[in-house]
Antibody, heavy 121, light 111 residues
Framework: EVQMLESGGGLVQPGGSLRLSCAGSGFRFNTYGMTWVRQAPGKGLEWISAISGSGYTTYYADSVKGRFTISRDNSKNTLYLQMNNLRAEDTAVYYC??????????????WGQGTLVTVSS | QSVLTQPPSVSGAPGQRVTISCTGSTSNIGAGFDVHWYQQLPGTVPKILIFDNNNRPSGVPDRFSASKSGTSASLAISGLQAEDEADYYCQSFDNSLNGWVFGGGTKLTVL
């Protein structure tokens, strides 16, 4: 059974940092791209970052570029999102999801339960 | 303001058919990138509903269908049921942003 389990969310002050983790299981982790999607309270889905199966190619939404860094450790079947210089508008539930294929035609077929990040003083 | 535009809400009575539009541009849907649809039931994680424009994953009823034309796509739900009440999102890729994009979401209310 394919599963993703996020961790690392919590309360952080504006300007602070946080690292999210997402452990994948039930599939060949290094074969698939992975992505992060967030959802602010009461709002819609926002794609924020993706990474290829090898980890060599990364993508970012403009809203997080330069502040967030996506990475993966295929030896640990784990995806990461390092979030720096956090702002109030980064408050959201952060989901990791498995991508179905390489490149632009991919969709996100399995999602984790999400981890809540709250940025507030 | 989302790159893909969806109506904020639609509604229909049980048994009726509703459609949800997703309007993009020449840098995403109009450029030929596939459109996918997700269903998010209240308090739950999004779930893939339609992939690659018009394909249903196993387990998704054939009451759900989708199409794509030009710079737009649409999701149709026939034989509405109370359990269909959810938020629906379209998703594609945008080559000017070099990233994936979602529509703003549409809340379906079953009257």
């Amino acid at each position: 059974e394919v599963q993703m389990l996020e961790s690392g969310g919590g309360l952080v002050q504006p300007g602070g940092s946080l690292r999210l983790s997402c452990a994948g299981s039930g599939f060949r982790f290094n074969t698939y791209g992975m992505t992060w999607v967030r959802q602010a309270p009461g709002k819609g889905l926002e794609w924020i970052s993706a990474i290829s199966g090898s980890g060599y190619t990364t993508y970012y939404a403009d809203s997080v570029k330069g502040r967030f860094t996506i990475s993966r450790d295929n030896s640990k079947n784990t995806l990461y999102l390092q979030m720096n210089n956090l702002r109030a508008e980064d408050t959201a539930v952060y989901y990791c999801a498995k991508m179905t294929k390489s490149g632009s035609s991919s969709h996100f077929d399995y999602w984790g339960q999400g981890t809540l990040v709250t940025v507030s003083s | 303001q989302s790159v893909l535009t969806q109506p904020p809400s639609v509604s229909g009575a049980p048994g009726q058919r509703v459609t949800i539009s997703c309007t993009g541009s020449t840098s995403n849907i109009g450029a030929g990138f596939d459109v996918h649809w997700y269903q998010q039931l209240p308090g739950t994680v999004p779930k893939i509903l339609i992939f690659d424009n018009n394909n249903r994953p196993s387990g998704v009823p054939d009451r759900f269908s989708a199409s794509k034309s030009g710079t737009s796509a649409s999701l149709a739900i026939s034989g509405l049921q109370a359990e269909d009440e959810a938020d629906y999102y379209c998703q594609s890729f945008d080559n000017s942003l070099n990233g994936w994009v979602f529509g703003g979401g549409t809340k379906l209310t079953v009257l």
